[in-house]
């Protein structure tokens, strides 16, 4: 099958070509005939699959063939993410997929200026790319007229929910149209998410083209036993033994992923931290360095990197076990992509044993262990625990897009306490707790 027999139009066509495409993934098969006779559609699909392009190439043709509009357009598509990269990432495909076309497309999140986003929406646009929190803060402003969208999608609706963004869903939600098109793209089907499908959804088909939380086949896993101690000098010997170019290191904290750039560039070995606090300027800068090769070591935590989206990405190492084991499956899913071979490592110490063994279950294989010459562990050496904390908040603490209202329990505590011990609260305390909600 190739992009001719989908039902997509020549300046789709001539887009797709120019990008050296000329088969369509499993997922742009089936999504994209099905999303052109408009049906809804819930998408099990995991990130390399090419399921950006299999809704936005869509999409485009839908705009393409409906009725010409006169005037300045109104929206009439969003589309949802989860971070700023991964909007960024599907504003580019829309970019690159609709050069041939009118339509007029922005990308909205926060961490950067609103008057321009406010001054890019007054002009009129015809496709809105947005993070929740941003989005919101502009209709709230009304600054943007969600009453004509005909198309709407949410993108990574699982790592959405993990954020703690499902009450910033519904408000969204609440300000479309009853009647458009809805699509759902999720990597794993969770209770929540069927939930979620089952609102949003009207009749929808399901697409499934990877088995729920399976490890891709053309990537290569391995664990390095070593002490806790000694991970960063095995990280620095793999690197350097191995010549690699081009490696995507996982810390669970965005501390952890400063600290270890910052020794990895005492050993020589050119490194960048990108985490949600870092600028978005700076994660910019740090991704585009790494994709063109200035920088051989990109560290990162979980959220950041869920827009990181690199086709020949070859190694990929977990510094640390991630505490969810279904965060390591979309790990080492940043290798291995469109047909290539890919390689992920993790260095495990004793702490992390229980983290391993739940890996293993979820993707239902035993990691094979690899000691390398020199690291052998102490067996002296016990376990410490590792600090767990809720998924939600966790994911909350490491984006600048979670909402206003996800502040820590510990915080909100604290600040109670205080107010009780006050029986008659000053003007400021009464400010200070009004700042905290």
Same mark, same amino acid.
């Given at each position: 099958m190739s992009f001719t027999t989908l039902g997509l139009s020549e300046p789709l066509l001539r887009a797709i070509a120019e990008q050296g495409y000329t088969e369509p993934t499993p997922i742009q098969k089936q999504a994209i005939p099905l999303i052109l006779s408009n049906k809804d559609v819930l998408a099990?699909?995991? +990130?390399? &699959?090419?399921? +950006?392009?299999?809704? &936005?190439?869509?999409?485009l043709e839908q705009l393409h063939q409906a009725t010409p509009l006169k005037g300045k357009p109104p929206v009439r598509a969003l589309i949802l993410t989860p971070t700023r990269e991964l909007a960024a990432q599907v504003g580019e495909s829309v970019k690159t997929y609709g050069k041939y076309l009118p339509f007029k497309a922005t990308i909205i999140f926060g961490g950067v200026g609103i008057h321009p986003q406010i001054a890019t929406l007054k002009k009129g646009v015809d496709i809105v790319i947005a993070t929740p929190g941003r989005l919101l803060d502009l209709a709230g402003q009304k600054a943007i007229d969600l009453s004509s969208i005909e198309h709407f999608i949410l993108d990574e609706a699982d790592r959405m929910l993990d954020m703690g963004f499902v009450h910033d869903i519904k408000k969204v939600l609440a300000l479309l149209p009853k009647k458009r098109q809805n699509l759902l793209f999720s990597a794993t089907f969770s209770s929540e998410i069927k939930r979620l499908a089952d609102n949003l959804l009207n009749s929808p088909t399901l697409i499934e083209v990877a088995r729920r939380n399976r490890a891709s086949e053309s990537v290569e896993q391995v664990v390095h036993p070593v002490d806790r101690e000694r991970k960063r000098e095995l990280l620095a010997h793999l690197i350097? =033994?191995?010549?690699?170019?081009?490696?995507?290191?996982? &810390? *669970? +904290?965005?501390?952890?992923?400063? *600290?270890? %750039?910052?020794?990895? =560039?005492?050993?020589?070995? %050119?490194s960048a931290a990108i985490h949600g606090n870092k600028s978005q300027s700076a994660r910019t800068k740090a991704l585009d360095n790494f994709k063109k090769g200035y920088v051989r070591v990109l560290v990162a935590t979980d959220i950041a990197a869920r827009?990181?989206?690199?086709?020949?990405?070859? $190694?990929?190492v977990n510094f640390e076990l991630p505490?969810?084991? #279904?965060?390591?499956? $979309?790990?080492?899913? *940043? &290798?291995?992509?469109?047909?290539? #071979?890919? =390689?992920?490592? %993790?260095?495990?110490?004793v702490d992390e044993h229980k983290l391993l063994k739940d890996i293993e279950k979820l993707i239902k294989k035993e990691i094979p262990k690899v000691v390398v010459d020199g690291f052998k562990p102490d067996p002296s050496i016990k376990a410490e625990p590792i600090q767990q904390k809720s998924q939600a908040h966790r994911n909350r603490a490491n984006s600048t897009n979670a909402p206003k209202q996800a502040r820590s329990h510990a915080d909100r505590n604290r600040q109670s306490r205080r107010d009780k011990r006050n029986s008659a609260p000053s003007k400021e305390s009464r400010n200070h707790r009004g700042g905290n909600r």
């Open positions: 099990g699909a995991q +990130t390399g &699959t090419g399921k +950006t392009a299999g809704f &936005t190439l869509p999409l350097k =033994e191995n010549d690699w170019r081009q490696v995507l290191v996982f &810390t *669970r +904290t965005k501390h952890g992923a400063n *600290r270890l %750039s910052a020794q990895l =560039e005492k050993n020589k070995i %050119s827009g990181i989206d690199i086709d020949q990405l070859p $190694h990929v505490n969810v084991p #279904e965060d390591y499956v $979309h790990r080492i899913g *940043r &290798t291995g992509r469109a047909g290539n #071979e890919g =390689e992920a490592m %993790s260095l495990v110490c």
